[in-house]
């Protein structure tokens, strides 16, 4: 495996503004995600693609290389993380690098360890488009989501017969903390398209995403008790 590490820290973060480098417990959030991928993988295979110097800065001071900053047209509210992806393949190809194999990392994903990264790893096959980490969801469309019919009514977003959330099948939802991604699929098609998918399941705590100032409250009380 040639791998390619991606952690994506764009500087305009509006739901909590400069999180990708605000003190979790001390410590610059982007932080948690590189220390991870540094106990797995060569330095110089671990990219953090930004836009913004002061990222740059504060990921280098783990020891990394930042190699380039991301061009304007990839840095705005509407820009793909697909674009993202391919531009950081390009530019490692164009030094000589070809990485065969993309794992992506995002850094609002604190409590997502190496050891689970690993053990991601050993579920991806060159013959499968993706390895995602997944953890069961408490919306269950068989039960407890709905969408609204031509009339303006509320109807399942499933329809079945289940009388116990316990008696529906599981579902399980994205939680953005790791991506094995082939990169010969990749550059077909965006990982939406993807249809050789296999889970990686994670526990709720490990999970947690930090997108909103409650998700920023939630992880330092969950760092401050010690839960993980």
Known sequence: MNPLIVIPARGGSKGVPRKNIKLLKEKPLIHYTIEAAQQLFDYKNICVTTDDEEIKTVAEATG?????????????DTSGSYEV????????????????????????????????????L???????DMVVSVKETSSNPYYVLFEENENGFLKKSKEANFTRRQDCPKV????????????????????????????????????HDIDTLFDWKLAELMLNQSVL
């Not at 990394?64 to 705005?76: C, D, G, M, Y």
């Not at 070809?98 to 991601?120: C, H, K, M, Y």
């Not at 050993?122 to 499968?128: G, N, R, V």
């Not at 903390?177 to 010969?184: D, F, K, Q, R």
Request: aromatic share 14%; no cysteine.
């Open 122 to 128: 050993k579920l991806y096959s060159k013959d499968i």
């Open 64 to 76: 990394i290389k930042v190699p380039f900053l991301r061009p304007k047209e990839l840095a705005s």
């Open 172 to 207: 399980w939802e994205y939680n953005g903390a790791i991506y094995v991604i082939n990169i010969e699929s990749l550059k077909k098609q965006p990982i939406s398209s993807f249809e050789k998918i296999i889970k990686y399941e994670m526990d709720e705590f490990s999970s």
């Open 85 to 120: 992806l391919l531009h950081a393949i390009e530019y490692y190809e164009n030094q000589g690098y070809f990485p065969d194999t993309l794992i992506l990392l995002q850094p609002t994903s604190p409590f997502r360890t190496s050891n689970q990264i690993e053990e991601a």
